[in-house]
């Protein structure tokens, strides 16, 4: 290469470098310091916050506060998505929580609640809710209409069968609407209240197994046989027999239904 071209060629690499270099710096003189945005709007979504009703969006923001973390005001510099999203994921009545920062100052929050499916008072004194993961939640100021159960409860035994036997009882809307109470004897038999008639039912002990799976599959089982079974005695014994006949209807044993009597009744 001859020197002629050689000087051609640096210029060339010169006038380059310096249209990079201008438009670099008018952009960046033309760009505002986006270190100093602020966050000027928070958004917070709870799903099916109308319906289960136990988290509200001040709730979300109170846990942020407490934690110093609500983005509002703040530079959107110093906001990190992530921590959010783990201080939230915290909360007891929160499954799984999304949060994400626009340029134009808005932070979204988006909340999915866990699903409380009973309500447990056991014969100890303790109060709580199970949701539909097995998991214990603490109980709430929100009020939620779930079957109540009650006796000789373990949280073990709560976690492992009476979820699954609830979650059996709510597969089904007629004996979702059916069943208003839960009673669990000393012996963990099952006893249901219905919400008609004047009498307990007794369903028998719940299946046991070491395999989740396999539990579930059983507990399925058993409840779709013994609700099949009271079904048929509601529709065609007690709607010709009374309702208020019987004080304890006990299907515990295949074939067979035994019932006592209401006293004073020898109707």
């Not at 808005?106 to 056991?122: A, D, G, S, Y």
């Not at 000393?186 to 004047?198: A, K, Q, S």
Request: glycine share 4%; charged share 25%.
């Amino acid at each position: 290469m001859n020197k002629i071209s050689l000087k051609k060629s640096v210029i060339v690499l010169l006038d380059l470098l310096l249209a990079v270099y201008l438009v670099f710096a008018m952009t960046s003189f033309n760009r505002p310091d986006e270190s100093q945005k602020l966050c000027t709007d928070v958004s917070i979504n709870i799903t099916d916050g109308s319906t289960y009703g136990f988290l509200k969006a001040k709730d979300i923001k109170n846990i942020l506060e407490r934690k110093k973390l609500y983005p509002y005001n703040k530079r959107l510099v110093d906001i990190n998505p992530r921590t959010i999203e783990e201080t939230l994921r915290q909360g007891a009545f929160i499954n799984t929580a999304q949060c994400y920062k626009t340029q134009d100052g808005h932070v979204f929050i988006n909340v999915t609640q866990r699903l409380p499916i009973v309500r447990v008072k056991n014969d100890k004194g303790e109060d709580y809710y199970v949701d539909d993961q097995g998991n214990v939640m603490p109980t709430s100021h929100y009020t939620s209409d779930l079957i109540i159960c009650t006796g000789n409860i373990s949280q073990v035994f709560a976690k492992n069968q009476l979820a699954y036997f609830v979650q059996a009882i709510m597969a089904n809307k007629m004996w979702m609407n059916l069943v208003e109470q839960i009673n669990v004897l000393p012996d963990l038999g099952i006893e249901i209240v219905p919400r008609i008639g004047n009498h307990i039912v007794h369903l028998g002990r719940l299946p046991n197994h070491k395999q989740n799976s396999v539990r579930r599959q059983l507990i399925n089982e058993m409840v779709a046989k013994k609700m099949d079974r009271l079904e048929k005695f509601y529709r065609y014994g007690l709607s010709q027999a009374g309702w208020n006949r019987y004080s304890y209807i006990n299907l515990e044993f295949d074939n067979q239904i035994v019932c006592k009597k209401i006293k004073n009744n020898n109707k």
